[in-house]
């Protein structure tokens, strides 16, 4: 039957005055027919009969949600943690960069002459440097200048300038990056690696004991 037909039936069949023919025909039309089965509910007072969605995408969706979710906050994690990780790698390189290290006597690596001047020049050949460290010093009766260089990890890759010192007119210079007041009469220049603060007040005996690791660089 058509709807229009079944819906005319229906309140026959509320009442229950249609046939036995015309009752089983609107069971089985309602129980196929949403809209005349909404109808017959209606009729009767009872709630409209109400499709329940399927779960099962929203469940899955929000499953998706929460993986994305998840895989968002470790990704955040990581990055953070790799940010940090760099920055401090850049903090640890810039202050390992400014270290100074005393550079060890090799054949070669200073070499000193005298000017007609009487200024004593000398060279550096161990490539850049960063400083050098001077004082004088009598030994056994004589003048004698020592001094040091340092390097770090900057002047390594710093192409290397002139590298050369003077001593005269009681000054050791390079005219770069340190000057020292040394005597002005000046017999013997030696290269020894040690703590320069510390070095010149010790006794005779304990200086002797520390130039054993000295390096004649000129005399006179």
Not at 87 to 113: H, K, M, N, R
Not at 178 to 194: I, N, T
């Amino acid at each position: 039957m058509k709807c229009e037909i079944i819906r005319d039936l229906l309140p026959l069949y509320c009442d229950g005055l249609c046939s036995e023919a015309s009752r089983q025909e609107i069971e089985a039309h309602t129980a196929q027919c949403e809209g005349c089965r909404t109808c017959l509910a209606e009729m009767k007072g009872e709630d409209a009969p109400v499709t329940l969605p399927d779960p099962e995408p929203e469940t899955e969706a929000r499953v998706l949600r929460g993986v994305k979710k998840k895989f968002s906050h470790r990704r955040r994690r990581a990055v953070l943690l790799t940010a940090v990780v760099m920055l401090l790698f850049s903090i640890v390189l810039v202050g390992a960069a400014d270290v100074q290290q005393p550079v060890p006597y090799t054949d070669g690596l200073v070499t000193a002459e005298l000017a007609v001047d009487e200024v004593i020049d000398l060279y550096y050949h161990g490539g850049n440097y960063d400083s050098f460290h001077g004082f004088s010093r009598e030994v056994d009766g004589r003048n004698a200048v020592f001094l040091y260089f340092d390097r770090t990890i900057l002047s390594n890759v710093t192409p290397s300038g002139e590298n050369h010192l003077c001593i005269g007119n009681g000054l050791l210079t390079d005219f770069r990056t340190a000057c020292y007041q040394v005597d002005r009469e000046v017999d013997a220049v030696y290269y020894l690696v040690g703590d320069y603060v510390e070095l010149p007040g010790l006794s005779q005996a304990e200086f002797e004991q520390a130039m054993e690791g000295a390096v004649l660089l000129w005399e006179r």
